[in-house]
């Protein structure tokens, strides 16, 4: 198990960590999948396209959008009521599984690899594991 | 593949099956990662925070709102109409498979794992399979 | 890794591919688990009751009323604006792992897998992977 760290910049923002990932990898011998994990409550990852960064922005505000803010949520953090943060993380899934081809992620053409923050800025985590 | 049992109350409910995940696991041998899978079409599975329980009823309550009962859908079982409930479980989806260090799941300090049932109360299985 | 190819007729349509993976799965050797992995960016795939064609129909209208095509949304593929598409693949999920028993895909009574076409008409793959 691999560990990649990053920084996040806005409450709600898609990274994309492709390469992280694919280098976490290093020489995987003959594995043929590889587990991309995150191991927070507020935050997740999934796969979209990494052309357009107007496409990141349309999936952060549709995440805002499908759990609305001024929800009448309950939970409070030690750091203040973030329900929504925690939910959008559930709808968005705290891990993905990709196939190797050859030692690389056998990702489509348009494909790239986005953690998503929820509630940041904050210093996150990514595993990266490599499954035979 | 090791098989959970439980039995939910609540029509929406989410369970904390964290214990019954490690237990099922038992001794590893070197495993690398576990599947937690749900083999029902009204169930899911997820994972997040387990220190609060306010936060699984508002997760409860955000699937309920995303998906409206009252949307006009078409879908009935053999016990009635229950196409919200197929759906939500769609939302959630049905596995999560997690990194395992030294044959313990490498959760986050915040996470837990949990039972999404969306069309309680029922007699539920959960299948727990450690992959290499 | 296997793939299978497949032709969508709809924008947004549900494809029963549970025979298909099975078939590409073929002898499996011992393999523990299976991971259906979709390499589009406007597509995903998930597990529901195969048996009624109205509950298809009914996710199908949900995935386009969680999001909304007239939401604002900034992107555009060389063919045109489609947003929404992308984010229904996200919030569905681009791959599921299912346990294995005996070679078997070890579905519930009533799953069935569904690739999930959010742009189409288009021709699609869908990678099919055993592990161990």
Sequence with gaps: MQEIRLKTDRRTQLV??????????????????????????????TINEDADPALAADIEAAME??????????HSDADGPNAPSHIRASLMSPQILIPLDGGKLALGTWQGIFFCEFDGPRDRKV???PLS
Tied chains: 1, 2, 3.
């Design 16 to 45: 994309d960590i492709t390469k992280q990932v694919q280098e976490a990898l290093g020489a995987t011998n003959g594995a043929t999948a590889a587990l991309v994990y995150v191991p927070h409550t507020t935050a997740g990852v």
């Design 65 to 74: 959008r499908i759990v609305d803010d001024n929800g009448g949520w309950r």
């Design 127 to 129: 595993y990266v594991t």
